[in-house]
């Protein structure tokens, strides 16, 4: 634990050299009252955008998150705290979409609901290796479609289900797919890493792949970094490939 929150600490230096130069006025909202009620979310793309409102009511590009980082819904009453509104690209373009009220990094910010979950039982979790994706928990819903080894979802562990005849337990996992809130699938509990340090390795494994002007010392003390890390040996083979590379 000691060196997973140690090694916390370096992915955010991560995402502050990669995010140099983006910063705005915008993001210097703190959360809301920490009274407010939240409910748990998980990012389900790489580089989930977050926005911030200005004086227009507009939604502006403030900062992102990794796929698989764990951030709060807030509530309005009994339901998530949402709505329609334009966002503005630096472009000039605006397009309405709609927009969920979020809290990430202790700051308020509002994102799009194609982008994160609304399940509290999901957390971040990873592929251990290639795996069929089930439409329904049994051997019926298998499909030709598959997720690669180390691709992070969002898992609920909570509601495994049993194939009896086969003897097989199947976990409900949500991915982005483009619609509201991503979409739901199985498969095989087996397959999936409930190591939490493989999640932060494999996030920190994609932004150094998407951050091509990092420094090469810097993404080199990052790798050897994540040598501390307690990871399944299917993460440690990607970040000894990633060091080779």
């Known amino acids: 634990m000691k060196n997973q929150k140690k090694f916390l600490f370096l992915l955010g230096m991560l995402f502050i050299f990669?995010?140099?130069?983006?910063?705005?006025?915008?993001?210097?909202?703190?959360?809301?009252?920490?009274?407010?009620?939240?409910?748990?979310?998980?990012?389900?793309?790489?580089?989930?955008?977050?926005?911030?409102?200005?004086?227009?009511?507009?939604?502006?590009?403030?900062?992102?998150?990794?796929l698989g980082e764990e951030i709060k819904i807030y509530?309005?009453?009994?339901?998530?705290?949402?709505?329609?509104?334009?966002?503005?690209?630096?472009?000039?373009?605006?397009?309405?979409?709609?927009f969920v009220h979020v809290m990430c990094y202790e700051k308020d910010y509002w994102t799009r609901d194609i982008f994160i979950t609304n399940n509290a039982a999901l957390t971040a979790a990873a592929i251990k290796e290639d795996t069929i994706i089930y439409t329904s928990p049994d051997a019926s819903g298998a499909?030709?479609?598959?997720?690669?080894?180390?691709?992070?979802?969002?898992?609920d562990f909570s509601s495994k289900r049993t194939d009896s005849d086969l003897g097989i337990d199947f976990t409900p996992v949500t991915y982005y797919n483009g619609k509201s809130f991503g979409k739901e699938v199985f498969v095989k509990s087996a397959n999936i890493s409930t190591n939490h340090a493989d999640v932060i390795a494999l996030?920190?494994?994609n932004r150094l792949l998407s951050y091509k002007e990092l420094k090469?010392?810097?993404?080199?003390?990052?790798?050897?970094?994540l040598d501390e890390l307690s990871v399944s040996e299917f993460v440690s083979e990607k970040i000894q490939s990633a060091k080779n590379n």
């Not at 499909?143 to 898992?155: H, I, N, Q």
């Open 18 to 66: 990669a995010s140099c130069g983006n910063k705005s006025e915008t993001q210097k909202k703190s959360a809301k009252a920490s009274s407010l009620a939240t409910v748990n979310s998980v990012a389900l793309y790489e580089g989930t955008p977050l926005y911030q409102e200005n004086s227009d009511g507009k939604m502006v590009y403030a900062d992102e998150v990794p």
């Open 75 to 98: 509530l309005k009453g009994s339901s998530i705290e949402e709505k329609t509104a334009i966002r503005l690209l630096s472009s000039g373009k605006e397009e309405s979409f709609n």
């Open 143 to 155: 499909s030709t479609k598959k997720f690669e080894k180390g691709t992070v979802v969002a898992a």
């Open 203 to 205: 996030q920190t494994l």
């Open 216 to 225: 090469p010392e810097v993404s080199k003390s990052i790798l050897a970094a």
